[in-house]
């Protein structure tokens, strides 16, 4: 499901955006809260939301420093803003800051939902979804997601991985699965796939009775050729050039 995020100093503005926002017919769980900018980034970075009710009047940071943070920061998260003022310089703002809607207070039930729909509907197209399936959300968070693929690189790894396997079976967008991986493991999925494969290579040109093509075939390459040069680019030696050198070291050790 869908995460939301409402951030807003008057608790009353979380009690009628809770009430009056129909979140279980778009997949929404339960919205959390935080009651200044400040917080809301802290909150951002640790919910990783994907809407946003946005107020701009708030003490600590006001919505427009927030959004200036938040649209580089969060540019996957949809904001909606909800203020208490008729201002061109504050709607100007929201809209130039990434937000996708603009709503006055007292908050309207039907401009307040069309705005949600708005916004579940520009996150269904960046993940690839199709809103009209009975697929829409994965009842499944972005973390666990970046787990399983971990999990299956890591027992995979010599078999051939492409990141559309991953953005077809969780209805998310390559790019957007290659962000949340990088993120968490400091590398891309075939980044992470090859250095796993480089390792165990590195393991297994140590036994001196494996030749280097059956070598390439046990880590998924079609050749000794390809796997040495993959080896090379990796280590800046080849493989036989990384027997030599270890195999003086056991001499010499």
Avoid at 201 to 226: C, F, M, T, V
Avoid at 227 to 237: I, M, T, V
Wanted: charged residues 25%; contains cysteine.
């Amino acid at each position: 499901m869908y995460k939301a995020l409402i951030i807003d100093d008057e608790r009353p503005v979380h009690a009628a955006i809770a009430a009056l926002g129909n979140f279980r017919e778009f997949h929404i769980q339960a919205p959390f809260s935080a009651y200044n900018g400040k917080d809301g980034l802290s909150a951002m970075r640790e919910l990783r939301p994907d809407i946003v009710f946005l107020d701009m009047n708030m003490p600590v940071m006001n919505g427009i420093s927030f959004l200036k943070v938040a649209s580089e920061e969060f540019p996957e998260s949809r904001i909606i803003v909800i203020s208490g003022y008729d201002d061109f310089n504050y709607a100007h703002a929201a809209i130039k800051g990434g937000a996708i809607e603009y709503l006055l207070k007292p908050i309207d039930e039907a401009e307040l939902n069309q705005a949600i729909f708005m916004a579940v509907e520009s996150l269904n197209q960046q993940n690839g979804l199709d809103s009209g399936s009975d697929e829409i959300i994965q009842e499944i968070s972005p973390g666990e997601i970046i787990d399983d693929i971990k999990d299956y690189v890591d027992k995979n790894y010599c078999e051939e991985i492409k990141i559309s396997m991953f953005s077809e079976k969780y209805f998310v967008s390559k790019e957007y699965l290659s962000k949340l991986f990088k993120k968490k493991h400091g590398c891309g999925i075939y980044e992470y796939a090859l250095n796993l494969r480089m390792s165990r290579a590195k393991e297994l040109l140590l036994d001196p009775k494996l030749q280097i093509q059956q070598i390439a075939e046990r880590l998924g390459y079609s050749n000794s050729n390809y796997f040495s040069k993959a080896f090379k680019n990796f280590y800046n030696l080849s493989p036989s050039e990384f027997r030599e050198m270890n195999q003086i070291k056991t001499e010499d050790a």
